[in-house]
């Protein structure tokens, strides 16, 4: 099997990742590329510093800080899990 990833960073140094895995024997390198591609075009165009793969992972680190240096944007949509991290 095979899979890519991308990552974009950003001038204020954030960094927005996206990944995609073949599924199966039918797919071509090149459509496995493009999917992973137009997932961080989606993870771009909605903003916030963190991607929707990390939103938990920040999430539980903003956690175990100090309240006055846990401030983070995400973007217009927060997953599910991130959702129930945050209960």
Known sequence: GYA???????IDGCL????????GGGDLPEDV???????????LTLGGCVDRTNQ????????L???DLSKV???KELTEYSM????
């Open 84 to 87: 129930d991290v945050m209960r």
């Open 65 to 67: 800080s100090p309240a």
């Open 33 to 43: 590329g493009q999917q992973a591609a137009l997932q961080l075009l989606h993870e």
């Open 16 to 23: 927005l990742g996206a990944d995609c895995c073949a599924k």
């Open 56 to 63: 938990w992972l920040v999430l539980v680190m903003m956690a």
């Open 4 to 10: 890519c990833a991308v990552v974009a960073e950003s």
């Open 73 to 75: 944007r995400f973007g």
